[in-house]
Each structure stands twice: as structure tokens, then as C-alpha cells.
């Protein structure tokens, strides 16, 4: 793995199960990730992803093109425009640094309103 390098993107269909599940399995319940009404009422035109939903698919993004031994040692994202039902978010990666066995790679995760998350990952990657 080489500085420059880029992962191959993946396209996540961003449903309303998704987001539900992802809030519930990571025991967010704050309305505006599971009631469209609620959503609009506080201004969302609708429900939308939580942040641990996106650090967990970044996460996989990762470790899916490292390989099953790929440790992450850190995450660190930014949110952006959220993630609706009906859209698809894109992730891309870049490698920006490689020191030995560890790897930090930027990620973006694109959707149809604009960047929804950016950030580093870094990871351990033993030979």
C-alpha cells in the first residue's frame, strides 16, 4: 500500500431500515432517527442517519479493502449533509500516510445533498 493510493468505492443505498436499525443498534433513540413527523416538526424534512451508524460503515469501508486482520487504532470523522431515506451515500478513500505496518487512509462519504462524512482512519495492518 502506497501513499496516493485509492480504495474503490462503495455505493450504500440509504434506506429508512438502515437508519432505524443503525439507531436502535447503537441505542440512539432520539426521535429524528426513527419518526418522520417528529423529524419535520423539529425541521428535518426527514428522519436521518445518527453518527454511529456512519463511523460504523466507514469502518467497515475500511477493514472490507484491508483485510480481516486490519486493526483500527483511530476514527475520527466529521458530519456533514445528513443522510435521508431514498438517497445513496458513497464512500472514497485515499492513502495518506503508510509508517511501517500502520495505514491512515481519508475517507468521504458522498450523498446526493453533499459531503456527509469526512475524516481519517487509521489502521494497523501486521504483514
Known amino acids: 500500500m502506497n501513499i ?3 480504495l474503490p468505492p462503495l455505493e450504500i443505498p440509504v434506506t429508512r431500515t438502515l437508519i432505524v436499525a443503525g439507531a436502535l443498534a447503537s441505542r440512539d433513540y432520539q426521535d429524528v432517527h426513527h419518526d418522520a413527523e417528529l423529524a419535520r416538526q423539529k425541521g428535518s424534512p426527514d428522519i436521518f442517519m445518527n453518527i454511529l451508524t456512519t463511523n460504523g460503515l466507514v469502518g467497515r469501508y475500511v477493514t472490507d479493502h484491508l483485510g480481516p486482520r486490519a486493526v483500527l ?3 475520527a ?3 456533514g ?3 435521508y431515506p431514498g438517497d445513496t451515500m458513497v464512500l472514497t478513500g485515499t492513502v495518506t500516510a503508510v509508517d511501517g505496518d500502520s495505514v491512515e487512509i481519508r475517507v468521504v462519504g458522498a450523498n446526493g445533498i453533499g459531503h456527509h ?3 481519517t482512519v487509521t ?3 501486521p504483514a
Open 4 to 6: 496516493g493510493d485509492t
Open 77 to 79: 470523522i466529521r458530519l
Open 123 to 125: 489502521a494497523e495492518v
Open 73 to 75: 487504532r483511530r476514527v
Open 117 to 119: 462524512v469526512t475524516g
Open 81 to 83: 449533509a445528513p443522510n
